[in-house]
């Protein structure tokens, strides 16, 4: 089942979407990637059909997040740097990172630890289990 | 029905984050949201396998 979805997935080269405008700040949460995948298949079709090959009973919906989950939204520039981010969950802003526009990586690391530990701090239960969904909005 | 830990995703998702880094073509929009995207869940995940692993976070 998951090697059939794969091919099916990768053989829709739809077009699902216009590519953002790059003069603002565009926000884009994980539940995009399924999305953004579809752009660049030739480059992405390998390691698609590896995820397809990992467990053929499993099912694929949890590799991709829930848009109802807690999760980091980011906001990028005009040259498509990511510039800040904040929470889906409660909309509270990650501390600003240092801008430095030639380490595009150690700006997405430092969203992404600011943000684990926020989501470990505000929106975990002792028990480990995401509770976001019982957040106020 | 069982689910697959997450963290059995690391190695696949690394090998996509890979592809995109060495891809000789210019990346696109998409692609580099896509690369953003990469890194901050294999951050998760790794954070996620490492209190698995020692069960304490590292600050």
Known sequence: MWAKSGFLFASRMVFLGETPETDSAICFDNSDLRRLLHHRLEVLEAALLELARLQPEQPKAHLWSSPLRTELTFTYDAALHPIAGKCSACGEPMPTPPRNPHDTVDTILWLSHHFIVHKTLKHTTSAGADNADDLPQ | ?59
């Open chain 2, 1 to 59: 029905m069982s689910i697959q830990p997450d963290h059995d995703l690391l190695p696949t998702l690394r090998r996509m984050r890979e592809k995109i880094e060495f891809d000789p073509a210019p990346r696109t929009p998409s692609l580099r949201q896509l690369y953003v995207l990469l890194v901050h869940r294999i951050a998760e995940l790794e954070d996620a396998q490492m209190i698995t692993h020692s069960g304490t976070r590292h600050a």
